[in-house]
């Protein structure tokens, strides 16, 4: 099974840009669909993007949608989320997740996190 490692939060100022990865080992990252989710404090985990095991499909939250780009590189075993122009509601800590399916699939394995802090 793959396990995910994400990276690249930290603290912005709105407005601002991050841009989180999300390394794969243990499989080929080449196998699944990955998508991006965040949790706020308080609030339920919220899907954020996704992105098919080739790149020719991506999914976004109506929320991000011209402001985050879900990409992969599957031959370095990783994906990434550039976020631009955040606001200080998307502080979370963002997750990545895998799934054998990207159509209608369960994501089943998750990464442990990374925290995005969005303040001035």
């Known amino acids: 099974q793959v396990q995910l490692v994400e990276s690249g939060g930290g603290l912005v100022q709105p407005g601002g840009s991050l841009r989180l990865s999300c390394a794969a080992s243990g499989r080929t990252l080449r196998s699944y669909a990955i998508a991006w989710f965040r949790q706020a404090p308080a609030k339920e985990r919220e899907f954020v993007a996704a992105?098919?095991?080739?790149?020719?499909?991506?999914n976004y939250a109506d929320s991000v949608k011209g402001r985050f780009t879900i990409s992969r590189d599957n031959a370095k075993n990783t994906a990434y989320l550039q976020m631009n122009k955040l606001n200080p509601e998307e502080t979370a800590v963002y997750y990545c997740?895998?799934?054998?399916?990207?159509?209608?699939?369960?994501?089943?394995?998750w990464g442990q996190g990374t925290q995005v802090t969005v303040s001035s």
């Open positions: 997740a895998a799934t054998l399916s990207y159509y209608g699939g369960k994501y089943d394995t």
């Open positions: 992105v098919n095991w080739n790149s020719d499909s991506t």
